[in-house]
Antibody, heavy 121, light 108 residues
Framework: QVQLVQSGAEVKKPGASVKVSCKASGYTFTSYDVNWVRQATGQGLEWMGWMNTKTGNTNYVEKFQGRVTMTRDTSMNTAYLELTSLRSDDTAIYYC??????????????WGQGTQVTVSS | SYVLTQPPSVSVAPGQTASISCGGNNIGGKSVHWYQQRPGQAPVLVIYDDHDRPSGIPERFSGSNSGNTATLTISGVEAGDEADYFCHVSDLSTHHQIFGGGTRLTVL
């Protein structure tokens, strides 16, 4: 079955960087793009951007431009999210999600379990 | 930018029907998806393309979309349906994604 397994919780100081991994199994990794979504405590879902797992091409939300990098290792079927210059308001659960594109719609049909990133001095 | 508006909360007694709305300008012309997020868990897709159910999702979950409002309907609500529900649409030209603010469903 399709599974996305993310790395464990992280605690970082302001100004530091964090790299979260998302390992896929149960399907052909390069056949689906990976998106990243974050959720602050008690808040809604905030989409951060996506990566074409076949080509490595990326598209980031303007808000995160310059601070976010999405990469992948196709030999490991793993996608990565790196966020730099961390601030306290980056404290959130970060989710990877597989995007299915039909041509008429995009939908997130499988999600990772989430990675808690806490930014605190 | 495109905005999706959901009520913050909906309450319903067990066995009754819950309706959760998602408003957006001419949302009827878009494909709407719904996710259920139970406390402490990742979101799970429950309705895609307005009204289709992924395998394993009970028939009690249904969806509709017309005009400026999409609706998720849960019939015969159970205690286990208590969760946050998010609607989602996408801009296919850019693959940018938009989520509603979420609705907390409380089972009384």
């Amino acid at each position: 079955q399709v599974q996305l397994v993310q790395s464990g919780a992280e605690v970082k100081k302001p100004g530091a960087s964090v790299k979260v991994s998302c390992k896929a199994s149960g399907y052909t990794f390069t056949s689906y793009d990976v998106n990243w979504v974050r959720q602050a405590t008690g808040q809604g879902l905030e989409w951060m951007g996506w990566m074409n797992t076949k080509t490595g091409n990326t598209n980031y939300v303007e808000k995160f431009q310059g601070r976010v990098t999405m990469t992948r290792d196709t030999s490991m079927n793993t996608a990565y999210l790196e966020l730099t210059s961390l601030r306290s308001d980056d404290t959130a659960i970060y989710y990877c999600a597989r995007r299915y594109s039909s041509g008429w719609y995009d939908v997130f049909d499988s999600w990772g379990q989430g990675t808690q990133v806490t930014v605190s001095s | 930018s495109y905005v999706l508006t959901q009520p913050p909360s909906v309450s319903v007694a067990p066995g009754q029907t819950a309706s959760i709305s998602c408003g957006g300008n001419n949302i009827g012309g878009k494909s709407v998806h719904w996710y259920q997020q139970r406390p402490g868990q990742a979101p799970v897709l429950v309705i895609y393309d307005d009204h289709d159910r992924p395998s394993g999702i009970p028939e009690r979950f249904s969806g509709s979309n017309s005009g400026n409002t999409a609706t998720l309907t849960i019939s015969g609500v159970e205690a286990g349906d208590e969760a946050d529900y998010f609607c989602h649409v996408s801009d296919l030209s850019t693959h940018h994604q938009i989520f509603g603010g979420g609705t907390r469903l409380t089972v009384l």
